[in-house]
């Protein structure tokens, strides 16, 4: 199953008139459709799983952090269906093989989980738990900055606020030392 989009069409046109709109005015005629083509990409980490994207995993000599910091991400917060956009640090310790992925992929990763109804803790966790059991690694660690226009173009309206949210595991969660490290890498711009 994948995105229904001649059902989100029909949705669309139903919203449309709803809020007292003519779906059959000319700028408008074709939007049911373009909002569908939107979702089904603005969705379609619903229909991926992490092993679709961590594909390239090979072996090099390296056991210490990879990070790879302000990958950008948009999502959509699951109260209001609207977007919450910020970025992404990404980072964690290979273990003992040496087996890492392609940076690119961490990117991939988070898509996978933006791309779907959200709250940021959530899609925090399940980031780092994917990695954590894909490539099983020593430690993952993942901090998410995002602003949340739910909080900014309405309700309580506080545009710039940001809200960052983590997740460690692993050596990343057992180490003071080591979750200072990264910290000090995601934050030392
Ligand atoms: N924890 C968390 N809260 C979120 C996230 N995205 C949106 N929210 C909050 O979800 C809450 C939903 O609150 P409700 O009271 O049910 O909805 P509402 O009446 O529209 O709330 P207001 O936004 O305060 O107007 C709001 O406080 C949002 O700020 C998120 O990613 N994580
Ligand atoms: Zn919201």
Redesign the pocket.
Known sequence: MTVDQARIEKAVREILVAIGEDPDRDGLLDTPSRVARAMAEQYSGLHQAPEDVLTKVFDVDHDEMVLVRDIEVY?T????LVP?HGVAHVGYIPNEKGQVTGLSKLARLVDVYARRP??????TSQIADALMRVLEPRGVIVVVE?E?L??TM???RKPGAK?L?SAVRGDFRNSDKTRAEAMALILGR
């Open positions: 999502s917060c699951e109260h209001h919450f959200q709250v940021q803790e959530r899609m995002a949340h739910c909080m309405r309700g309580v809200t949210t």
